[in-house]
Nanobody
């Protein structure tokens, strides 16, 4: 059982930045793909970005392309989501996820709230 601890959410103004972090409790085949999802109030869970642990493949949702960057720090065993030029519509609970490959995710973090004010 892999545990994912995601953190880094908070309050930002429109145009501002936040960085989310996710730390898996261990590296297994079920952490080969790491992803970020979000869920806004009253909406379903939405894919945001994914990365292979090797860092060779990244995929972004159109809504965040050019503003968000997913990355991995192998030395710290952490995955990051750098969010720039935030918009009020980015307000949601953000979840880290891991799996053997995208879009097959097996483990989920507890979620971290991101609120963007206009």
């Amino acid at each position: 059982q892999v545990e994912l601890v995601d953190s880094g959410g908070g309050l930002a103004q429109a145009g501002g930045s936040l960085r989310l972090s996710c730390a898996p409790s261990e590296r297994t085949r079920s952490t080969d793909a790491m992803g970020w999802f979000r869920q806004a109030p009253g909406k379903g869970r939405e894919f945001v970005a994914t990365i292979r642990w090797s860092g060779t493949i990244t995929i972004y949702a159109d809504s965040v392309k050019g503003r968000f960057t997913i990355s991995i720090d192998n030395a710290k065993n952490e995955v990051y989501l750098q969010m720039n030029n935030l918009k009020p519509e980015d307000t949601a609970v953000y979840y880290c996820a891991s799996g053997p490959y995208h879009p097959q995710y097996v483990y989920w973090g507890q979620g971290t709230q991101v609120t963007v004010s206009s």
